[in-house]
């Protein structure tokens, strides 16, 4: 088991802060894995013999420890000399000191998990480490000491967390460290415990304490025994394996699949994916470049010799485009292809040949022209030769399956489109010479005699090149895809009259070294249409996300700020002390307030990066009044034409070279909002989890409620209806969305466990988010979500004292039952407070009772303390059962001058039994308790 250094140190500190009173007597000792403790003697060195060359893990144990144990921290040296005077050393492995926690006698076996901390630390072993003060030794232990790390021992710990104790009056396990032993070296070792600073250890560690007492806790003072290791020849290394079995002979090769066929393909492609007459279909950007294979296949015979030609260009069918002219130099024979037709064979020889495709090449010799092409003594003129490659061998080869023999290379202008033919019929032999396209040479046939075989060749469209990569910043929907739009282009969200949108800001192609990036929207923005409304940013409208695997500067050192702005737009002003109050930004011109638009900054500490990919830079979030509508177009950038004074930043990069920094020029792409009518409750969920929200007549609507308060009726306390919200929005968030609440932010998800304890927590009065609506807090006149009516049932509330008598001064206990409820999956009940002989002091539910209503499901308990409520809420399926069943326990306390009968009761309009959300269980009636507070009668 590892654990972290943090945990490391937090258990360190709890040791060093132990006294040192000694309690007790206890032995620390040592055998090798697999050796019985009980072997030991007490005050004697237990000896072993182990294999030269082999690795032994030496336990470390604990007996004789008459007090309880709560926790031990034990080191051990990086290494020993033997005791011969032998050079060689016994050296602890790295990272090799561990606890086993399914050792049979560890001690602190019978412990679950969670109740026990278990750190480990490796040490600092290495000798002559240099180290400065800015650079720490790697371990909690290991200083800096003049310029070197000191050697700190790699050592085991356990802390039982609580006040838990374990007994270790017989030999128990405490952990294990794993050497090294030199191979071909037979001596013996001294290992001692425990690793004291004349050992070469910084500190000395040896801690084993007993029961944790609120004012420390106590040492258990220990003698320690050490471990005489022997070292013996190991044992004979193993016999060679035998040589494995001949492989079986090779399947006799494959005869012709199909007609022989000379044919190309675009480097890449399968060759086995298309068919003999066919012509392969491929389309290639305009000013890229187009690399084509050459194969075989389907030759009956070995072959000797294989080649091809290819024209010097192939005109498009487009009129006035150019035509894709054959690269020079650009033929190739790729010997080291699993698919070339002689790989391997040392007697194959190829040939490339880049030809003469310029025309008019006056010329004296051929020498003039290059590669083969002659300058014939009648016209001075290099003839066309085109480019052409061919491959031979000795041995030959079987060419039933594709086989490659050879590519060339041809340019795409920028300006070329339309299709291409490539060559589909054999061309006559050019020049004499020996091979031409379609020409092979088979073993066994006549030497002059060259075998002929139909071309395949393809069509090649050439498509217009793709745009270049703009520098830009751009907004899409939260959480969008930032590729889905084009620059030039406004990405499309939506959002619903009265609700919100988030809008996330990106950028992408810098092409320089970016070191900062601002962006500022506009404050507001008025529909396309003739609506009322404008759609403006509400408060925290600004903010950036730096946990984004996409964020501009993630992983990076860095720093992010947001503003959301103020946009305060006919506010009057005379100084800039009148603007300040809405935002520090804000300052006085003229008369009014200058806006300040709501924005984001990112830039890093030092240092720069080039952004290619869509980066995330920010988000800002915007609210649709309730009369919105049509298109709102909003753009990622704010000018001093948009209502902002002066222009806000949207870019700074680093130019390295030249060491300075200079603004950039950007690209910029909106957004077009459209506002539609909402139709459910989920749509209108803002980021405030104080207000309810729901869609009322296609319009989105909020008003402030208790934290928690997520199911209606709203206005009064948070009752187990609300929890049964949270529990039902747990598998369908549209059922309950305003249960959306832990941690004060809906996460726009489906409800999560956080939720629901978020919920049973404002249950017992918890408010976190600081909501507490005032008094002027009305409920919605809508008649959407839970409505929750009575049943019909006979259920009876039993209440029944623990004790019928009770001394005055003294706690009375009254258990809650409920009797005829079946299908029952929630309640809440209040306590009677209303006598002064008794008084409340607490409310509890016991769920560890056989009779407890939910005892056999999951299921959620809420307690509220100061108005003395209880309920509990099943996760799940009801409960069955309609027979008498515990619901909780309200604990009184009986006046010191009380006298008499008093009777406990329960409202029962305080009380609520559920069999789903939006059905109560009637109540037929409440049995009251009586409780007699007097001396109890004598037997």
Not at 193 to 220: A, E, K, R, T, Y
Not at 859 to 880: F, H, M, P, Q, W
């Amino acid at each position: 088991m590892k654990t972290s250094t943090t945990q490391l140190t937090l258990i360190c500190a709890a040791i060093t802060g132990l006294s040192h009173a000694a309690i007790g007597q206890a032995r620390l000792f040592m055998v090798p894995e697999g050796h019985s403790p009980e072997l030991t003697t007490p005050g004697q060195d237990y000896e072993a013999t182990v294999s030269a060359g082999s690795d032994v893990t030496i336990e470390v144990y604990l007996d004789n420890a008459t007090q309880p144990v709560a926790g031990y921290e034990i080191a051990m040296d990086c290494q020993y000399e033997n005791t011969s005077g032998n050079p060689s050393s016994l050296v602890q492995l790295v990272d090799s000191e561990t606890i086993d926690a399914n050792h049979p006698r560890w001690l602190f076996s019978g412990f679950s998990i969670v109740d026990v901390l278990v750190p480990l630390d490796g040490g600092q072993c290495d000798e002559n480490r240099a180290c400065n003060n800015n650079q720490p030794c790697g371990t909690p232990l290991s200083q800096c000491v003049g310029g070197l790390c000191t050697i700190s021992a790699p050592r085991v710990a356990a802390l039982l967390l609580g006040e838990q104790t374990a007994f270790a009056s017989s030999a128990v396990y405490l952990g294990e460290f794993v050497f090294s032993t030199p191979a071909n070296v037979t001596t013996s070792y001294a290992l001692t415990l425990p690793c004291m600073p004349n050992d070469g250890c910084v500190p000395p560690l040896q801690s084993v304490f007993g029961n944790i007492v609120p004012n420390g806790s106590n040492d258990i003072p220990i003698t320690a025994d050490g471990l005489a290791l022997n070292v013996a020849p190991g044992p004979p290394p193993p016999p060679p394996p035998p040589p494995p079995p001949p492989p079986p002979p090779p399947p006799p090769p494959p005869g012709p699949d199909g007609p022989a066929r000379l044919f190309i393909l675009p480097q890449g492609v399968d060759p086995t994916s298309t068919q003999a007459g066919e012509t392969f279909e491929t389309t290639v950007a305009a000013g890229t470049t187009l690399t084509v294979d050459a194969y075989i296949e389907n030759i009956l015979g070995v072959v000797q010799i294989a080649g091809i030609a290819m024209p010097c260009s192939h005109t498009g069918d487009e009129p006035g485009v150019p035509s894709l002219d054959y690269v020079a130099a650009s033929v190739a024979i790729d010997a080291d292809r699993p698919d070339f037709l002689y790989v391997g064979d040392l007697s194959a020889v190829a040939a490339t040949d880049v030809g003469h495709c310029e025309p008019f090449v006056a010329c004296s010799s051929s020498s003039d022209c290059g590669g083969s092409s002659p300058c014939p003594s009648n016209t001075h003129i290099c003839e066309i030769l085109p480019p052409r490659l061919g491959v031979i061998s000795f041995n030959g080869a079987i060419a039933f399956a594709p086989r490659y023999i050879g590519q060339f290379e041809y340019d795409i202008p920028i300006d070329a489109l339309g299709r291409y033919e490539f060559p589909t019929a054999c061309p006559q032999p050019f020049d004499g010479q020996t091979f031409s396209n379609c020409q092979l040479f088979l073993s066994g046939a006549p030497a002059d005699e060259p075998t002929f075989v139909p071309i395949d060749g393809m069509t090649v469209t050439v498509l217009p090149p793709p745009p270049p990569p703009v520098r830009r910043i751009f907004l899409t929907p939260a959480n969008g895809d930032p590729t889905a739009t084009a620059p030039g282009e406004n990405a499309q969200g939506q959002v619903v009259a009265g609700g919100t949108v988030v809008i996330d800001a990106f950028m992408e192609n810098s092409f320089e070294p970016l070191r900062s990036v601002d962006v500022a929207l506009n404050c507001q923005y008025i529909s396309s249409d003739d609506f009322a409304g404008d759609l403006g940013p509400v408060a925290q409208a600004a903010s950036v996300d730096v946990t984004r695997s996409d964020y501009v500067f993630a992983g990076l050192e860095h720093f992010a700020s947001a503003d959301q702005g103020a946009c305060v737009g006919d506010q009057a002003c005379t100084t800039n002390g009148d603007c300040t109050a809405f935002n520090p930004s804000s300052r006085c011109d003229g008369d009014f307030c200058r806006d300040v638009p709501p924005r984001v900054g990112n830039a890093l500490f030092a240092g720069a990066t080039t952004v290619t990919d869509p980066r995330y830079i920010g988000s800002f979030r915007f609210a649709a009044p309730p009369d919105a509508g049509g298109v709102y177009q909003v753009s990622p950038f704010c000018t001093s034409d948009a209502g902002c004074s002066p222009p806000w930043p949207v870019g700074v990069a680093l130019t390295e070279m030249q060491g300075q920094s200079g603004p950039l020029s950007f690209d910029y792409d909106g957004i077009d909002i459209t506002i539609v009518p909402c139709s459910t409750d989920a749509q209108c969920i803002n980021t405030n989890v104080c207000d309810f929200d729901q869609c009322d007549a296609g319009i989105c609507s909020s008003f402030a409620i208790n934290y928690g308060d997520v199911a209606p009726p709203f206005g009064g306390l948070v009752q187990t209806s609300d929890i049964l919200c949270a529990v039902d929005g747990f598998g369908n968030f549209s059922v309950c969305p305003n249960a959306d609440i832990f941690e004060c932010t809906p996460s726009g998800s489906p409800i999560s466990t956080g939720d629901i304890l978020a919920v049973v927590d404002s249950f017992g009065g918890a408010d976190p988010c600081g909501c507490a609506p005032s008094a002027a807090t009305s409920a919605p006149t809508s008649d959407t979500g839970y409505r929750l009516q009575k049943g019909r049932g006979d259920a009876v509330i039993v209440l029944s004292p623990q004790s019928r008598y009770v001394k005055p001064g003294q706690r009375a206990f009254v258990d809650a039952y409920v009797r005829n409820a079946p299908d029952l999956i929630a309640y809440e009940i209040q306590a009677d407070t209303s006598n002064a002989s008794l008084k409340i002091e607490t409310v509890f539910i016991d769920d560890d009772r056989e009779e407890f209503a939910f005892a056999r499901s999951e299921y959620v308990t809420a307690i509220d303390d100061n108005l003395n409520r209880i309920g509990s809420v099943v996760i799940g399926e009801s409960v069955k059962s309609a027979h008498l069943q515990y619901l909780g326990t309200f604990e009184y306390r009986a006046a010191n001058r009380a006298r008499g009968v008093v009777t406990i009761s329960a409202d029962p309009e305080s009380i609520q039994l559920f069999r789903r959300l939006d059905n109560l269980i009637e109540i037929a009636g409440v049995e009251d308790a009586n409780i007699i507070i007097a001396a109890p009668p004598k037997r």
